[in-house]
């Protein structure tokens, strides 16, 4: 029995009997809350951890800083140098559990692998164990490390996605973790009712080198929480723009750090006006890039390329038909415009939209958006009457 940073609550010591500090004498109130939901993650002999333990040894970089965990909780170890073997090794993923002064998000108990002990003598009284399995026993679930995925605000729920096993509750091998939020009271309240949650995803395990990476959500999901989207403005640019647009757009970008969902398979269907320039690739008559730019709750302006020509899919042989093989609409986050900064700089401290987002956020939102073909130039007009213009 323990908490997330104690073993043997079940023992009473002085402290729960007459709940005083070690420091001023005060009387501790604890205000746990309940732990919600737990999730036990196994690993095969040969898996993901194994080769990300070999990459993080052998990065010649520095080490990401590591989330800073509150001074009840253990932290994660910092010795420079990641484990080479994580053979047998479980990981306790729980949601709740902490105290009000304790960081926000969900909590991850890493245990070592079990280690058999050696043969011992037969106790005498029957059911009993012996001393040295109950020792390994219990080694093999106290907690080595502590790992921790904040959030902004406090989880509601998590699913952890299995590699490819969907046996022992779906926590086998997981590769990824999808955490659910409450509402952000920093942000206007919308009608919509996935407005109100968030979702997030990072990549599982956690590492003691290195922070939680934030995975990509699929353009469905990305729409919540912060990132509902409250207008939205369309428009056709001509070729040239579309390129310069699209300048430093690196397609790796769209495939890396994404979760790893997979499934289903689209093809583009042929309609009458549909020209064939050649055998292996549709063309289209509306041909023209489109862009799409929405407005969200998060005081972020962001892009999306819906042109036609995603569509069109590609044909690797001649037997087969043309399969879609682009996201669409396809984010464009190198053009991405977070009014936040820009509200933060020194010289919009008197601006009205820069005063509301200090003192209230939840009252400034995003009014209309307008684009300029010809000088690239994004006018955002805010709640408050104010005007910013990017280029």
Not at 8 to 28: I, P
Not at 176 to 189: E, F, K, M, N, S
Not at 341 to 357: G, H, P, Q, W
Request: net charge negative.
């Amino acid at each position: 029995m323990r908490t997330l940073e104690r073993a043997d609550v079940n023992k009473t010591t002085e402290e729960d009997l007459f709940g005083w500090s070690q420091g001023g004498g005060q009387r501790q109130l604890s205000g746990r809350e309940p732990i919600f939901r737990l999730a036990w993650s196994g690993f095969p002999e040969e898996t993901y951890l194994d080769q990300a333990a070999a990459a993080f040894a052998s990065a010649t970089g520095p080490a990401s800083p590591t989330i800073p965990a509150s001074p009840a909780l253990p932290s994660s170890p910092n010795t420079g140098e990641d484990k080479t073997s994580h053979r047998g090794e479980t990981m306790l993923t729980v949601m709740g559990g902490i105290l009000p002064s304790d960081p926000t998000g969900i909590h991850i108990l890493e245990f070592p692998a079990y280690s058999s002990p050696a043969a011992a003598p037969a106790t005498s009284k029957s059911g009993n164990i012996s001393l040295p399995l109950r020792e390994a026993l219990r080694s093999s679930i106290s907690p080595v490390a502590h790992h921790l995925y904040p959030t902004s605000t406090p989880p509601e729920d998590f699913l952890l996605l299995p590699r490819s096993s969907p046996h022992f509750g779906s926590s086998f091998d997981p590769n990824a973790i999808i955490i659910t939020t409450g509402p952000d009271r920093r942000l206007p309240v919308l009608a919509a009712p996935h407005a109100t949650n968030g979702i997030e995803a990072y990549s599982f395990p956690p590492s003691a080198l290195r922070v939680p990476e934030s995975l990509n959500l699929p353009t469905p999901l990305s729409f919540s929480g912060g990132g509902t989207c409250s207008s939205t403005n369309l428009i056709t640019v001509s070729g040239a723009t579309y390129r310069k647009l699209l300048h430093q757009f690196d397609v790796s970008d769209e495939l890396a750090a994404r979760i790893p969902l997979r499934g289903g398979t689209a093809f583009p269907q042929a309609r009458p006006h549909i020209v064939r320039n050649d055998a292996s690739t549709p063309r289209m008559s509306d041909n023209h890039p489109r862009i799409l730019i929405t407005l969200h709750v998060d005081l972020v302006v962001r892009f999306w390329d819906v042109s036609s020509h995603l569509l069109w899919g590609y044909k690797p042989t001649p037997e087969s038909d043309p399969k879609i093989n682009l996201e669409y609409p396809r984010p464009l986050k190198h053009l991405d415009v977070d009014l936040k900064a820009a509200l933060s700089d020194s010289r919009a401290l008197e601006m009205n939209s820069a005063r509301l987002a200090r003192d209230r956020p939840w009252e400034l939102e995003l009014d209309k958006v307008s684009f300029a073909e010809e000088t690239l130039e994004l006018a955002v007009n805010l709640s408050t009457g104010d005007l910013l213009v990017f280029r």
